[in-house]
């Protein structure tokens, strides 16, 4: 593990840390949002369940406050209670109670009219005409009716609970002459209403716990019709809360279930599911945000490693672009200067090394150059006074011969002694274009006897420099000879004369010739190394030409691909204090 993360970059070890952080972010936050989200729905839940409670309460007080109302009134009518007092005391006289009852039945919204005697027995029913003289005496409600109080509660009939309220008849101010109950069923219905407000569940179960009046009759296992017990597995996945119902001596007669549909897990489960869907989409944003900076932040630090490897490998002239003012354009910054050192460095290890060369070669040249130019002048000098005095076509041939060798001999001395004992620069303010034109004259010959143009570009803003003239000729004069050498038949040379930043000029020369490989482009300018077949070149132009312009405080850089020609630059400062 160790070794892979070793190997990897320092943009993926980025990104491997934060996702692993939001792993562990996750992996906490799921467990912590599930406990508050999870005892949060619960208290909600279970506070709903008690505003159910409550409100059911408070039902059953209106509804029971209702009855005993309703019942006030109804003890009240004038038509009940003259049908009541001639049917009791004038033995059924005049129109029967029922009458009476079953319009009040109709009108009002009310389960059961019952309509007694003085000694409590039932004169009439309205939902069940076929009822009467059933003994009610020892009914609590009847009784207390009887004492001529109101009283109401709950009761358990074979219909199921029900809210009824007994009042007396008083046919005049002291003399009562009957009872009246009245009472509201609490069947499905009526459950079914209070379900409407409080969108839960109610079920009503007797003192044996079988189900009395339930809204959940056709909603699965808990549908009771005929009054078996509930079990805990009818219950499964629901939330319920019991209160009691008790009788007008606050007995508990019945229970009743307030239900509700558990949807915390549903909802806890959807809680995780988004949760972990928003976490995996800012993780996957993240994450794609920080690999695009990263991308950016990290692009300057390859420009680095880059920069370093060309370093390395030799290219002091690279530079990396400055784009930040942070930490790593100041590395940047900093990578430039060590690099602009380091070339600087080279270029003086390159003059050392040129100097220590022309050190030697002057004492090799000084040394041979009396010992040979006296002998090679002599042997020329008699060879040409042969060459006079002879007709012999054969001797004559041979002299010819021998005067071009010595004479070869005799240049290359020169070029040694040339090179060894480079002069400085004698400047004066020169026309750069002048100067040029002055070396394409003396190479035009050469061009055109190989069917070569000389083409020239300059730039109108170019102004006179400061130069030693004749050195610079010469430089020209072996660059042009170089191109043209190039170039096998026909062909063409461009010169370009411009001005460059920092107030240089630039002489740029560039052939479609045969070009130069890239194995020894950096010594061709080394004295003595040449291309050129044996007798055709001492490999000292391109080598007088690099010192002369290192005089001059400039340089020449040489660009170049096998087969696709060459362009060499020559910059020269502008000034008069150059070189």
């Not at 562990?24 to 912590?32: A, G, K």
């Not at 009784?143 to 046919?171: D, E, H, N, R």
């Not at 060590?338 to 030697?360: D, G, P, T, V």
């Amino acid at each position: 593990m160790k070794d892979l993360w070793n190997k990897l970059s320092i943009r993926y070890k980025i990104i491997s840390i934060i996702v692993i952080t939001i792993l562990l972010v996750t992996v906490t936050i799921l467990p912590v949002v599930s406990y508050v989200v999870r005892n949060a729905l619960l208290k909600q839940q279970q506070n709903h369940l008690e505003s159910v409670k409550n409100l059911v309460t408070k039902l059953f007080d209106d509804y029971q406050s209702k009855v005993t109302n309703y019942t006030k009134l109804f003890s009240n009518d004038r038509e009940i209670k003259d049908s009541l007092f001639y049917h009791t005391e004038l033995s059924g006289e005049r129109e029967h109670p029922l009458r009476a009852i079953t319009r009040l039945f109709k009108s009002f919204d009310v389960s059961t009219i019952e309509i007694g005697d003085i000694r409590g027995r039932v004169v009439a029913v309205a939902e069940a005409p076929d009822r009467y003289n059933d003994d009610r005496v020892h009914d609590p409600l009847i009784k207390s009716a009887l004492q001529g109080k109101v009283m109401s509660g709950i009761v358990l009939t074979k219909q199921g609970f029900i809210i009824k309220a007994s009042a007396p008849i008083f046919y005049n101010e002291n003399q009562i002459i009957g009872t009246i109950t009245s009472g509201i069923l609490l069947d499905d219905s009526l459950l079914s209403k209070i379900k409407q407000l409080s969108n839960t569940d109610l079920v009503i179960l007797d003192s044996a716990g079988s189900v009395i009046s339930s809204t959940m009759k056709t909603q699965g296992p808990i549908a009771q019709t005929d009054s078996k017990p509930l079990s805990e597995k009818d219950l499964s996945g629901k939330l319920l809360i019991k209160f009691p119902l008790t009788d007008m001596s606050n007995a508990a007669i019945s229970t009743i279930m307030i239900i509700q549909e558990d949807r915390l897990p549903g909802i806890i489960a959807k809680t995780h599911l988004t949760l972990l869907l928003l976490l995996l989409t800012i993780s996957a944003g993240s994450v794609f945000v920080l690999f695009l900076v990263l991308n950016r932040v990290m692009r300057p630090v390859v420009k680095l490693r880059e920069g370093a490897e060309k370093i390395g490998n030799g290219e002091f002239g690279h530079r990396i672009e400055v784009v930040s003012k942070d930490e790593i354009g100041e590395l940047s910054e900093g990578f430039n200067r060590m690099a602009a050192n380091l070339e600087k460095m080279r270029s003086i290890e390159e003059r050392l090394y040129q100097s220590e060369r022309l050190a030697a070669i002057g004492k090799f040249a000084a040394g041979i150059a009396h010992e040979i130019n006296n002998p090679i002048g002599n042997v020329i000098g008699i060879a040409k006074l042969r060459l006079k005095n002879t007709e012999d076509t054969a001797a004559r041939e041979d002299l010819e011969s021998i005067i071009k060798d010595s004479g070869r001999c005799a240049s290359i001395i020169k070029d040694l002694l040339v090179y060894s004992r480079q002069s400085p620069p004698k400047k004066e303010l020169t026309d750069l274009d002048s100067l040029v034109d002055g070396a394409v004259k003396t190479v035009m010959h050469q061009a055109n006897s190989k069917n070569i143009e000389i083409l020239r570009e300059s730039d109108p803003g170019l102004h006179d420099i400061f130069t030693d003239p004749l050195q610079m000729s010469q430089v020209l004069s072996n660059m042009l000879l170089n191109a043209i050498q190039s170039i096998e038949s026909s062909g063409k040379i461009i010169i370009r004369t411009s001005t460059i930043s920092n107030n240089r000029a630039e002489i740029c020369i560039s052939d479609n010739g045969i070009g130069i490989e890239d194995g020894i482009k950096d010594k061709i300018f080394y004295p003595f190394f040449t291309t050129k077949a044996v007798g055709e070149g001492t490999g000292l132009g391109l080598a007088i030409s690099y010192g002369i312009v290192q005089n001059h405080g400039g340089e020449i850089i040489a660009e170049s691909g096998k087969g696709n020609g060459s362009t060499f630059r020559i910059r020269l400062p502008m000034g008069e204090g150059n070189g």
